[in-house]
């Protein structure tokens, strides 16, 4: 069990700044022996706390620390409030360098922006830095991504060279399509380094057509994904699996009113090194609130 | 126990494909999940561009907040623009949409 406290801290100022942070908080409680006591252990993590400059309708600087821009997965899921799994993808540490971080800066923008297409791109260079709560590693990549606006289809590749120790690569593929017809949800993401490659599939089908989306059916979710890693040269931060494991997940999510929601799943793990099943079962509650008094309106 | 991790994968790769297969049946229709703005003070055309805009950015990834104040959808919408790659003209749009 662990209670996990995550909390945001997001200030405009004037049209073009903008800082933000996200810290992750929480408290795993574990029992080491089946018939032991119960121990617990605090984790705080400074996930990202970077400043955001819009220079220009395609180009956005962010300094500080941020979420690694490899594939899909870390930018935009690992919120618990977001991810329709509480589980991360096993080839989650591929391309992020484990923690999912990195120190330095970033560009990022819409290169191209037609009714048609959009056309993105992200680079970043992250520096070696072993200052507590913000250690990363030295390392340099980008991302390129096409989205078809009508269709709601993204596939975007992604790159990362790490700078120090081996010197690898890292290279990553991803799709995502939420067809406009349906409340459906498909993504994927196939990821290769030294260490391994893999990739997930993931499907996800809200009732919502069924009495619309807040009536007692409608706030239903069903999530189905697949997983599967072959595992390459031996991961000394034991962050990857040493084996080839696949991996077949069912979850059900409930979205409550005020931003309630409760998720179980299950998965069941095949490895050579012994099969085991995964359940997870999550309430997540997000709020907001002003910190500051100031000006009512929301206008720039 | 192999063939039973075989079928839990070809099961789950299954309801991918049926998933798929439901999307391409679908004629498109307007959002489903779409927050139902309110119209006070601001025209309906600007409010339907950022209802549709943030069908199509923000919902990839999540539902509308509930009940955002003005000061909180601008900090949100300006956090969302970095992400989501969104212009000025969205960034307003969006704004109009969640707080109306």
């Given at each position: 069990?662990?209670?996990?406290?995550?909390?945001?801290?997001?200030?405009?100022?004037?049209?073009?700044?903008?800082?933000?942070?996200?810290?992750?908080?929480?408290?795993?409680?574990?029992?080491?022996?089946?018939?032991?006591?119960?121990?617990?252990?605090?984790?705080?993590?400074?996930?990202?706390?970077?400043?955001?400059?819009?220079?220009?309708?395609?180009?956005?600087?962010?300094?500080?620390?941020?979420?690694?821009?490899f594939?899909?997965?870390?930018?935009?899921f690992?919120a618990?409030?977001?991810?329709n799994?509480?589980?991360?993808?096993?080839?989650?540490?591929?391309?992020?360098?484990?923690?999912?971080?990195?120190?330095?800066?970033?560009?990022?923008?819409?290169?191209?922006?037609?009714?048609?297409?959009?056309?993105?791109?992200?680079?970043?260079?992250?520096?070696?830095?072993?200052?507590?709560?913000?250690?990363?590693?030295?390392?340099?990549?980008?991302?390129?991504?096409?989205?078809?606006?009508?269709?709601?289809?993204?596939?975007?590749?992604?790159?990362?060279?790490?700078?120090?120790?081996?010197?690898?690569?890292?290279?990553?593929?991803?799709?995502?399509?939420?067809?406009?017809?349906?409340?459906?949800?498909?993504?994927?993401?196939?990821?290769?380094?030294?260490?391994?490659?893999?990739?997930?599939?993931?499907?996800?089908?809200?009732?919502?057509?069924?009495?619309?989306?807040?009536?007692?059916?409608?706030?239903?979710?069903?999530?189905?994904?697949?997983q599967?890693?072959?595992?390459?040269?031996?991961?000394?931060?034991?962050?990857?699996?040493?084996?080839?494991?696949?991996?077949?997940?069912?979850?059900?999510?409930?979205y409550?009113?005020h931003?309630?929601?409760?998720?179980?799943?299950?998965?069941?793990?095949?490895?050579?090194?012994?099969?085991?099943?995964?359940?997870?079962f999550?309430?997540?509650?997000?709020?907001?609130?002003?910190?500051?008094?100031g000006?009512?309106?929301?206008?720039? | 126990?192999?063939?039973?991790?075989?079928?839990?994968?070809?099961?789950?790769?299954?309801?991918?494909?049926?998933?798929?297969?439901?999307?391409?049946?679908?004629?498109?229709?307007?959002?489903a999940?779409?927050?139902?703005?309110?119209?006070?003070g601001?025209?309906?055309?600007?409010?339907?561009?950022?209802?549709?805009?943030?069908?199509?950015?923000?919902?990839?990834?999540?539902?509308?907040?509930?009940?955002?104040?003005?000061?909180?959808?601008?900090?949100?919408?300006?956090?969302?623009k970095?992400?989501?790659?969104?212009?000025?003209?969205d960034?307003?749009?969006?704004l109009?949409?969640?707080?109306?």
């Open positions: 069990m662990q209670p996990i406290l995550a909390p945001v801290f997001a200030a405009p100022v004037g049209n073009r700044w903008l800082f933000e942070s996200r810290v992750d908080l929480r408290e795993l409680i574990f029992q080491p022996a089946r018939s032991g006591p119960y121990q617990h252990q605090f984790f705080d993590t400074i996930e990202y706390a970077q400043v955001d400059y819009n220079a220009a309708p395609w180009l956005t600087i962010v300094a500080g620390r941020f979420l690694t821009p594939n899909m997965y870390n930018e935009r690992t618990v409030w977001i991810r799994l509480q589980d991360a993808p096993i080839i989650f540490p591929v391309g992020t360098r484990t923690n999912g971080y990195s120190d330095g800066f970033m560009a990022r923008g819409v290169l191209l922006s037609r009714k048609e297409y959009e056309l993105y791109y992200t680079a970043y260079f992250s520096t070696f830095t072993t200052i507590n709560k913000l250690e990363s590693g030295r390392s340099a990549g980008g991302r390129a991504a096409i989205f078809f606006p009508s269709t709601r289809l993204e596939l975007g590749v992604s790159y990362q060279r790490l700078l120090q120790d081996q010197r690898t690569n890292s290279v990553g593929a991803y799709l995502s399509w939420q067809p406009g017809s349906v409340p459906l949800a498909l993504r994927g993401e196939y990821a290769h380094s030294p260490l391994g490659q893999g990739y997930w599939i993931e499907g996800a089908y809200r009732f919502s057509r069924f009495r619309g989306p807040d009536s007692v059916l409608g706030r239903l979710q069903a999530v189905g994904r697949a599967q890693f072959v595992h390459g040269t031996p991961d000394l931060t034991g962050a990857l699996p040493s084996t080839n494991v696949q991996r077949a997940e069912f979850g059900w999510n409930y409550l009113p931003e309630v929601r409760l998720n179980a799943s299950y998965g069941r793990e095949f490895s050579p090194a012994g099969d085991r099943n995964v359940w997870n999550a309430v997540t509650y997000r709020f907001l609130f002003p910190m500051f008094p000006r009512s309106q929301a206008q720039p | 126990m192999r063939r039973f991790g075989f079928c839990s994968l070809a099961l789950v790769i299954g309801w991918f494909l049926v998933c798929v297969l439901v999307a391409l049946a679908q004629k498109p229709s307007p959002s999940d779409a927050k139902p703005a309110a119209s006070s601001k025209t309906a055309l600007e409010i339907h561009d950022g209802e549709r805009l943030f069908h199509t950015h923000c919902g990839r990834c999540h539902n509308p907040p509930e009940d955002l104040s003005p000061r909180e959808a601008r900090a949100v919408v300006r956090q969302m970095v992400r989501a790659n969104l212009s000025d003209k960034e307003r749009a969006l109009k949409f969640l707080a109306p």
